[in-house]
C-alpha cells in the first residue's frame, strides 16, 4: 500500500478521516492512505489530489479574519472522465483525462471543458500562477491565461486569453517536458535543449539579465548540459541533469538556491553543496527547493516560516540539509517529490521496490496507438528498456508494426492510414525519432553535431519498399509529408532540433526516387528549406557539414538526380522553372555547406548540363522572338494580350532560371563552366552588335605597333567608348599582313601581358626570385594618377571575355581578390614560399624562442598597428601578428592598385558570369592550363597529306626530341601563344599541310596561328627539317600572307 509524508503549512488537514496519520515533533506527518494517491498538486489558493482510480479530491483555502489562508473543506470532483494528471495554478485547476481531454476548474468550482483543445489529444500540462501551458500528443504547445510578463510566449504586445493559443515558435521542436512557476515558463526538448519566456525580474529565466521575454529563448548556457527536468518557484527556477547535478537560478531571497547567500543568480548556478549526491528528483515550491537523493533522502533550503523545509524548524536556510529523520527512517523509496506553495509532500513505495533504488524523473513520451510498453520491451530485447531507449525506436516501432500488422482489409488500412497521419504530419514527431542515444549522443545536438542516428531512419524507410503492400504506405507516408508536414514548419526553428527533419526526410526521397517517384515531394522539401530564415539556414549549412560521408553523398545524390529529372522535364513542360530553381538552389547551398568537407566535386556536376543550358537559351529565343513580333504589332485583339502575358511569364520564368543555373556553379564541371561563359559572352556581343548595326563596323577594332606596343594599346583603350568593349575583339598589327580570326588577338595577348610585366613595368615587380610570381608594387611606390593597373585590369578583361589567354606570372591570390574571397598564408606561400616558410615557423615555436626574436608588429617599416615598433610579437599575439603580416603584402599595402585593376578587368570584361569560377579554374581559364601532354598533339593531330610520309614522321621525331622550352615556342608558332585552353591540348587540333616547292630545303616552315595549320616543304632530309624548323619557332613572329 502507499503511503506518504506532508509537511508545511496545513498538512495535516485536507486528508480524509479514514487515512491513518502518524505525526512528529518536526511537523513531519506521515500518511497511509486508504486509497492511493497518485499524485498531489498545490497552488496559493487550492490543492488538488489525485487519486489511483482517477479521482480526484481538492480543497480551497478561505480567508480567516486576519488575512491568512486556512485550508477548507475537502471536496471530490464528480467527473466522468477518469483524470491522469493534475495541475493548480494561483487559484485554478487544470485536470488531464485518460483520453487526453483538458478541464479548467477556477473559483466557482465548476470544472468546465476546454473547448480550445477538443481536437487535441493533451498528454502534459503546467501551472504558473495565472497562466497555464498544455503539450499535446503530436508536438504542439498551448498557452492561455495571464500575459502581464510574456508569460504565454505569444510574442511582444500580445493580450492574456482565456482561450488556448498555439505557441508555434517551438513547433516542431520535441518536448518531454514544460514547466511553469509564478510568472514565468519553461519547455525542456528530448535532447536537453532548454527554453524559458516570461517574467525575469530576479534572473529566473537563467540568461544573464533582468529583461522579461514574451518569446521563448534558448537558455544556451545550460546546452550540452544533458538537462533532464525542470521545475518552477514563484521567482526562482531548478534545473536537473542526467548526472545528478542541480542547478538554480532567479530569486535567492530566501535561500531557495542553495548557493549558501540570499543574493540572486541570472544565470544557473551549480548547487555545490549537492555535487557528487546524485540527485534524482527536484521540486520547487513557492520560495523552497526539494531534492531527492538516494531512495529516501530528501534535502530541502528555502524559506521556512510554515515548516515547508521539513527540518522541524521555522527559519529560512540558504544550503541544502535533510529533512527529518522520520522521513529517512521509513524504509520505503520516495516515487514522488512534490512542493507547491509553502507545503511539500513525499509519495513512497512499498519496502520490496526499495531495492531498484530511487525513483528518477522520466520524460514524457506521446504514446500512439500503434504503441505499447510489451511491444517496444520485445522489439528491443537486451537493450536497456528506459524510455529514454524507446524514444530513440519509436519511429522504426511503427514502421515494424505497420508492416507486421497491416491486411489487406479496408479496416485495417484506414487505422494504419490514421496512424501514418498522425506521426508524419508532426514535425516534432520526426524530429524527435531515430535519436542518437549511445553515449547520451542525441544530448550532444548542437549547430555541429545531429544527435541523430541516421542509419535507422535509412532502414526504416528502405523497408517500406520491399513488397507492393508495403508501397502503398511509402505513398501515404510521401502525401502527408507533401500535403501536411512540409507546409507546416517553421521558417525559424526555434533550437537545432527543429532542423533534424531536412536531414531525416532526404532518406525518404532516396528511397522514393528508386522507384522512380518523389520528384514533387523533393521540390516541396527544396521549398521548405528555402524559407528558412537566414539563421536556421546557416545552423542547417553546419549540420550538413557535419554528415557522414555516406550520408553527405546521399543527400548530394538525391537532389542532384531531382535537378537532372527537372531538366529533362522541362523542354516536354512536365515541370515548371520555379521548381528547378529551388532545387538547384538547395544543392549549390549543400556545396556550400560541405566542400571544405573535401567531399568529390564530379558528386554535384551534372552531365550535359550545357545541353540543357543550350535548350533552355533556345526556348527564351523563341520567347523573346514571340515577344517582339507582338511588341511590333499595333493592332492587339483581347486574346493578344492574354497571349502576351503568357509569353512574358514564361519568358521571365526562363530568365530567372538561367540566372539561377549561373549563380549555382557546382553543378558544372570546368568546360561547363567556360562552355556557359563564352555561351552567355557570345550572346552579350550579338546584342552589342546588333544594338549597333547602324555603325560602320560591329567590332572592336584594335591597330597596334609592335615596335611600341604598351603606348599604342594604351592610347587607345584610354579613348575607348565604354560599349566597345561588350563588342568582339579584332586586332590588327601595323603594316603586317595577318587578318584576326584569333590567332592575331592571340598573340596580342601574349606579347600585351609580357610588356606589362617587363623590367621597366610601373605597376608591377617580381615579389620573390624563387617563385618568380609578379605582385603589385605597393601604393607608396606608386605616383597617385598612374593609371596602369586600370588598364592592365582592362587587358586581363579583354582576354577573358575573347575567350583568350594571358601570358600572367599572378598567383592564385590575385583571383581570389577578384572573386571576393579572402587571402591566407597559403596564398603568401606561393607568392613567397621563404616568408610563408618563417611565418609558420613563428606559429609553432615556443614562447621563449619567440621573445628572443624581438619582432615587433611591422613590415618592411610600415606599422601593422598603430605604434606598431613598440609593440613585440608574443605567444599570446603572434596569430594576429601574422594575419596582419598577411594582409598587409596581399592587401593592405596594395589596395589602390588592386582597386584600379579590378575596376579596369569589370570594364574589360562585361559578362559577369566568369565569378561562377573557383579562383584556380579562374586562373586556367585566364592563363592557360599548366599541364601540358604533349602526346595529345599528335594524336588529336589532322592530316591533309598522308600520316606516314617521311617528312610528317621526321617532324614528330623532331619535335618529341626537343625540350620542354623549345615545344613551347612550337605552340607559339602555330598558335600564337603557348597557353593552353581549358581542356589542355586535347582540345587542339594540328593541321598537317605538306608543301610541295621547288628549293624546299631553303624555305621554313609555315603555320597559320588562326587555324592552328602547319605546311611543311618536302625537306630532303631529318637534319634539315630539323633545323629550318627550329629557326622558325625561334624568329619567326610576325604575320604575313606568305
Given amino acids: 500500500m502507499m503511503s506518504m509524508f506532508s509537511w508545511g503549512a496545513g498538512s495535516r488537514k485536507g486528508l480524509r478521516r479514514s487515512d491513518v496519520v502518524v505525526d512528529s515533533n518536526s511537523g513531519v506527518h506521515f500518511v497511509r492512505p486508504k486509497s492511493k494517491i497518485q499524485d498531489i498538486s498545490v497552488g496559493r489558493r487550492i490543492a488538488a489530489f489525485l487519486r489511483g482510480d482517477g479521482n480526484v479530491d481538492y480543497l480551497w483555502s478561505v480567508e480567516s479574519s486576519d488575512g491568512k489562508a486556512k485550508p477548507g473543506k475537502l471536496n471530490s470532483l464528480n467527473l466522468k472522465e477518469k483524470i491522469k494528471e493534475i495541475r493548480c495554478g494561483d487559484a485554478h485547476v487544470v485536470l488531464i483525462s485518460h483520453g487526453g481531454k483538458v478541464f479548467l476548474m477556477d473559483t466557482s468550482q465548476i470544472p468546465r471543458c476546454m473547448k480550445g483543445l477538443n481536437s487535441e489529444h493533451i498528454t502534459q500540462v503546467a501551472c504558473g500562477d495565472q497562466h497555464s501551458i498544455a503539450l499535446s500528443q503530436d508536438g504542439q504547445l498551448f498557452t492561455w491565461g495571464q500575459n502581464s510578463n510574456g508569460q504565454l510566449g505569444l510574442g511582444k504586445g500580445e493580450p492574456s486569453t482565456m482561450s488556448p493559443q498555439p505557441l508555434k515558435s517551438l513547433a516542431g521542436i520535441p518536448l518531454s517536458q514544460i514547466s511553469a512557476g509564478g510568472d514565468h515558463s519553461f519547455a525542456l526538448s528530448l535532447s536537453g535543449a532548454v527554453f524559458g519566456w516570461g517574467k525575469n525580474s530576479a534572473g529566473q529565466l537563467g540568461l544573464g539579465d533582468l529583461s522579461d521575454r514574451p518569446e521563448p529563448v534558448d537558455v544556451s548556457c545550460l546546452s550540452l548540459k544533458k538537462t533532464i527536468f525542470i521545475s518552477c518557484g514563484a521567482e526562482h527556477t531548478a534545473i536537473l541533469v542526467k548526472d545528478g547535478v542541480v542547478f538554480t537560478c532567479g530569486s535567492g531571497r530566501y535561500g531557495q538556491l542553495g548557493h549558501n547567500s540570499f543574493r540572486d543568480e541570472l544565470r544557473p548556478r551549480l548547487v555545490a553543496e549537492l555535487w557528487g549526491s546524485k540527485v534524482s528528483q527536484i521540486a520547487c515550491g513557492k520560495h523552497h527547493t526539494l531534492a531527492l537523493v538516494g531512495p529516501s533522502k530528501i534535502y530541502s533550503f528555502g524559506r521556512g516560516d510554515q515548516g515547508q523545509l521539513g527540518n522541524g524548524q521555522i527559519v529560512n536556510q540558504c544550503v541544502p540539509l535533510s529533512t527529518c529523520a522520520l522521513i529517512t527512517s521509513v524504509e520505503q523509496r520516495v516515487t514522488k517529490l512534490i512542493a507547491g506553495g509553502n507545503l511539500s509532500f513525499a509519495l513512497l513505495d512499498s519496502t520490496q521496490e526499495c531495492q531498484k533504488g530511487p525513483a528518477k524523473h522520466k520524460p514524457t513520451i506521446k504514446k500512439r496507438e500503434a504503441l505499447d510498453e510489451k511491444k517496444i520491451d520485445k522489439w528491443i530485447s537486451g537493450c536497456n528498456s528506459s524510455w529514454e531507449r524507446i524514444q530513440r525506436q519509436v519511429f522504426i516501432c511503427l514502421i515494424v508494426f505497420f508492416l507486421s500488422e497491416f491486411s489487406d482489409q479496408t479496416s485495417n488500412f484506414s487505422l494504419g492510414y490514421s496512424e501514418i497521419t498522425e506521426i508524419f504530419s508532426s514535425a516534432s514527431s520526426i524530429n524527435g525519432s531515430f535519436l542518437e542515444t549511445g553515449c547520451d549522443g542525441h544530448y550532444k545536438t548542437s549547430a555541429g553535431y545531429l544527435g541523430l542516428d541516421l542509419s535507422l531512419a535509412r532502414i526504416a524507410f528502405e523497408k517500406l519498399s520491399t513488397t507492393k503492400k508495403e508501397r502503398r504506405v511509402m505513398m501515404k507516408v510521401s502525401q502527408v509529408v507533401q500535403q501536411h508536414l512540409l507546409p507546416s514548419l517553421s521558417p525559424s526553428p526555434a533550437g537545432v532540433e527543429g532542423l533534424r527533419v531536412y536531414l531525416i526526410l532526404p532518406e525518404l526521397l532516396r528511397v522514393l526516387l528508386k522507384q522512380h517517384r518523389g520528384t514533387d515531394l523533393a521540390v516541396s522539401l527544396a521549398e521548405a528549406i528555402l524559407r528558412l530564415h537566414r539563421d536556421s539556414l546557416k545552423a542547417l549549412g553546419m549540420l550538413w557539414s557535419s554528415l557522414s560521408d555516406s550520408f553527405i553523398r546521399a543527400l548530394v545524390t538525391t537532389f542532384r538526380s531531382v535537378c537532372e529529372t527537372l531538366l529533362d522535364g522541362i523542354p516536354k513542360r512536365l515541370f515548371g522553372h520555379e521548381a528547378l530553381q529551388k532545387v538547384v538552389e538547395v544543392l549549390q547551398r549543400v556545396y556550400e555547406a560541405t566542400h571544405r568537407r573535401k567531399v568529390p566535386e564530379n558528386m554535384f556536376q551534372i552531365k550535359n548540363i550545357n545541353i540543357y543550358i543550350n535548350q533552355i537559351r533556345s526556348r527564351l529565343q523563341v520567347l523573346t522572338d514571340d515577344w517582339d513580333d507582338y511588341a511590333f504589332c499595333h493592332a492587339f485583339e483581347e486574346e493578344d494580350i492574354a497571349d502576351m502575358a503568357s509569353i512574358y511569364q514564361e519568358k521571365t520564368a526562363v530568365e530567372a532560371t538561367l540566372k539561377m543555373l549561373e549563380s549555382c556553379t557546382c553543378i558544372y564541371d570546368l568546360e561547363a563552366k567556360y562552355a556557359f561563359f563564352k555561351g552567355t559572352a557570345q550572346k552579350m556581343k550579338e546584342e552589342s552588335s546588333f544594338r549597333h548595326w547602324f555603325l560602320q563596323s560591329a567590332e572592336f577594332e584594335l591597330t597596334v605597333r609592335r615596335t611600341e606596343l604598351l603606348e599604342s594599346v594604351l592610347s587607345q583603350l584610354h579613348s575607348a567608348e565604354h560599349y566597345l568593349f561588350r563588342r568582339p575583339l579584332k586586332v590588327k598589327f601595323e603594316e603586317e599582313d595577318g587578318v584576326d580570326i584569333g590567332g592575331v588577338s592571340r598573340a596580342f595577348f601574349n606579347l600585351i601581358t609580357k610588356a606589362f610585366s617587363t623590367e621597366g613595368s610601373k605597376t608591377l615587380e617580381i615579389y620573390d626570385d624563387d617563385s618568380q610570381c609578379a605582385w603589385f608594387r605597393p601604393d607608396h611606390e606608386i605616383t597617385r594618377g598612374t593609371s596602369e593597373s586600370f588598364y592592365l585590369g582592362m587587358i586581363f578583361g579583354m582576354a577573358l571575355y575573347n575567350h583568350f589567354t594571358v601570358n600572367s606570372l599572378f598567383p592564385q591570390a590575385l583571383f581570389k581578390k577578384l572573386l571576393g574571397l579572402k587571402t591566407t598564408l597559403e596564398d603568401l606561400e606561393e607568392l613567397s614560399s621563404c616568408e610563408a616558410r618563417g611565418l609558420k615557423q613563428l606559429l609553432d615555436e615556443d614562447e621563449d624562442v619567440i621573445d628572443y626574436m624581438y619582432l615587433d608588429f611591422t613590415v618592411k617599416g610600415h606599422d601593422l598597428i598603430q605604434d606598431g615598433g613598440n609593440v613585440l610579437v608574443s605567444k599570446a599575439n603572434r596569430k594576429r601578428y601574422v594575419d596582419l603580416y598577411v594582409d598587409y603584402v596581399l592587401n593592405t599595402s596594395v589596395t589602390r592598385q588592386f582597386e584600379d585593376f579590378s575596376k579596369g578587368f569589370d570594364l574589360g570584361c562585361p559578362c559577369k558570369t566568369w565569378k561562377m569560377f573557383r579562383p584556380d579554374e579562374l586562373m586556367n581559364v585566364l592563363c592557360g592550363e ?70 624546299a630545303d631553303e624555305r621554313y616552315p609555315q603555320s597559320s596561328t588562326c587555324y592552328m595549320t602547319l605546311a611543311f616543304p618536302n625537306y630532303s632530309t631529318i637534319d634539315t627539317l630539323r633545323k629550318n624548323l627550329t629557326h622558325a619557332i625561334n624568329h619567326c613572329e610576325e604575320f604575313s600572307c606568305s
Avoid: H, M
Avoid at 955 to 971: G, I, T
Fill in 930 to 999: 599548366l599541364e601540358y601532354q604533349w602526346e595529345e598533339l599528335q594524336k588529336n593531330a589532322i592530316y591533309r597529306c598522308n600520316p606516314t610520309d617521311k617528312t610528317v614522321e621526321d617532324f614528330w621525331k623532331v619535335f618529341f626530341e626537343y625540350s620542354d622550352e623549345n615545344k613551347k615556342k612550337f605552340l607559339s608558332f602555330v598558335r600564337g601563344t603557348d597557353r593552353l585552353p581549358v581542356g589542355g591540348l586535347a582540345k587542339l587540333r594540328l593541321t598537317v599541310y605538306k608543301l610541295n616547292v621547288t628549293n
